[in-house]
């Protein structure tokens, strides 16, 4: 069942009990209020009754003076304490023999429920005592037929009925009106989500105009959502087609190389030496760019860290001391305080520290200096090169994958140009940055600032 059918069925069932207990508490507050008021006109009568024998000082009165308090269905008896009827007015027998006289000594009135032919009928009867020094020396009983009350009732049933019927109706056809006009963006948004799902293709809601309410949020958050997803994919397919074309280079060589080699066969040794030595070399290459992708992708990926209490000042000395013995270079290390401890992932922070370290290495031939500073927010790790240095308006591109500056001299020192992408990836994991200062043929200071714990 769609949900506009449903809260329109449960908003008119509510509604309909609303209506039914309201029909309920007006019908019967009618009821008691009309015999009520027949109530105390009987009793005005019996006064009136009573009074007149007080004044002729008698137990009766002339059957035509107790006419005259008669309406049309009703009837006037005076019953004596040995429960005899002694005087009597009657305009309706019929009622008159349905209703047994009784002598009462107590006031009080009576609604009772006759049949006749024409169905049934409310009959309300009054008895009031007849004093005489203090004595009760009689009933007046007055019955009359409540004619009036019958058809007001049905009436009032019918009016109640035919209201509770249209409101019913008019709930049922509004609520679908309401509901249509609520439930409109979430057809559109519907309709969207089938469109991409038959095509593939993400793409946004229309917003059409501004509700400010949470259907729009949804709306908003979905836009949000897809274009998240547009982004994702256009970086992956800008990755694959990179990643792609950064493999076909090598592999181009190697074919050349293998070819001539087919061509000139083994026997030129200056060739073959050549060839061979190309061939290793783009190989090792690929095999360093396959893995620095397999570093790459992982580093995308939002994955957990590890993230522990570390020790910077001795995670520093010990990478330093490791390129102090495979590359003799001088490794200067200064550091503001001891110790400097952050939270973080230690195999990931040694891994963004190396590849700094390592493009100090490529592209200077100088010393090279590493600083460690404490600061109020921030712990921030300085690398420093007296090397080439990079151009300008280069800078903005570095850190974006298979970025090189000097393709032809990255070739040579084997670079991929994929190490400060996987560093900013890491740095951003850690909530922290990274920024590079850089002069042409000066040298270049890369910055990592994470977060103080
Ligand atoms: N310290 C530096 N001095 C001069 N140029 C640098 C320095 N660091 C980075 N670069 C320039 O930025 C480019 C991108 O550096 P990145 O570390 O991302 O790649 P790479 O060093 O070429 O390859 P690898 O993936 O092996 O690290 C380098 O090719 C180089 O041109
Ligand atoms: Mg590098």
């Given at each position: 069942m769609k949900i506009t059918t449903k809260i329109n069925l449960l908003t008119t069932a509510w509604l309909f009990c609303i209506l039914l207990i309201i029909n309920v508490v007006v019908f019967f507050s009618f009821m008691t209020t009309t015999v009520n008021m027949e109530k105390n006109v009987l009793l005005q009568k019996t006064n009136d009754i009573i009074q007149e024998l007080h004044t002729q000082n008698a137990t009766t009165l002339p059957e035509d003076r107790l006419k005259s308090y008669l309406t049309e269905h009703s009837f006037i008896r005076i019953v004596s304490?040995?429960?005899?009827?002694?005087n009597q007015a009657i305009s309706d027998k019929d009622l008159a023999e349905k209703i047994k006289y009784k002598f009462s000594s107590k006031s009080g009135s009576q609604l009772r429920t006759i049949r006749d032919e024409g169905g049934e009928e409310q009959v309300l009867i009054v008895r009031v005592p007849i004093m005489s020094h203090k004595h009760v020396i009689g009933t007046l009983e007055i019955g009359e037929r409540l004619m009036g009350l019958e058809m007001s009732k049905d009436i009032l049933v019918t009016i109640l009925a035919f209201c509770t019927v249209i409101a019913v109706v008019l709930s049922l056809l509004g609520g679908r009106w309401l509901s249509n006009i609520i439930m409109r963006p979430i057809a559109n948004m519907i309709q969207t989500m089938e469109d991409i799902e038959r095509s593939g293709i993400p793409k946004t809601i229309m917003?059409?105009?501004?509700?400010?309410d949470e259907l729009e949020k949804l709306a908003t958050t979905f836009n949000l959502m897809i274009k998240r997803l547009q982004e994702n994919s256009e970086k992956q397919k800008q990755f694959i087609s990179d990643a792609s074309h950064e493999l076909k280079t090598p592999l181009t060589v190697i074919r050349s190389y293998a070819n001539l080699i087919r061509r000139?066969?083994?026997?030129?040794e200056e060739i073959t030496v050549e060839a061979i030595e190309a061939i290793h070399a783009e190989a090792t290459r690929m095999q360093r760019m396959a893995e620095a992708l397999l570093d790459l992708a992982a580093s995308e990926k939002e994955m957990v860290l590890e993230i522990k209490s570390l020790d910077l000042i001795s995670l520093c000395q010990s990478i330093l001391q490791q390129f102090r013995n495979v590359y003799k270079r001088e490794f200067i290390f200064h550091y503001s305080q001891d110790p400097i401890i952050v939270k973080a992932d230690e195999l990931k922070i040694k891994q963004v520290i190396i590849i700094l370290l390592d493009n100090a290495i490529k592209y200077s031939s100088d010393k090279i200096e590493m600083f460690l500073e404490q600061n109020e927010d921030d712990v921030v790790i300085r690398v420093k090169d007296y090397g080439i240095g990079i151009p300008n308006k280069e800078i903005q591109h570095?850190?974006?994958?298979?970025?090189?500056?000097d393709k032809a001299r990255s070739r040579e020192t084997g670079g991929t140009g994929l190490g400060l992408a996987i560093a900013k990836n890491i740095m951003k994991q850690h909530k922290g940055e990274i920024k590079i200062r850089s002069e042409e043929g000066k040298g270049t200071e890369v910055e990592l600032f994470i977060p103080a714990s």
């Open positions: 304490p040995d429960s005899k009827v002694t917003l059409h105009n501004r509700t400010r000139r066969g083994i026997q030129n570095i850190f974006e994958r298979f970025y090189r500056v």
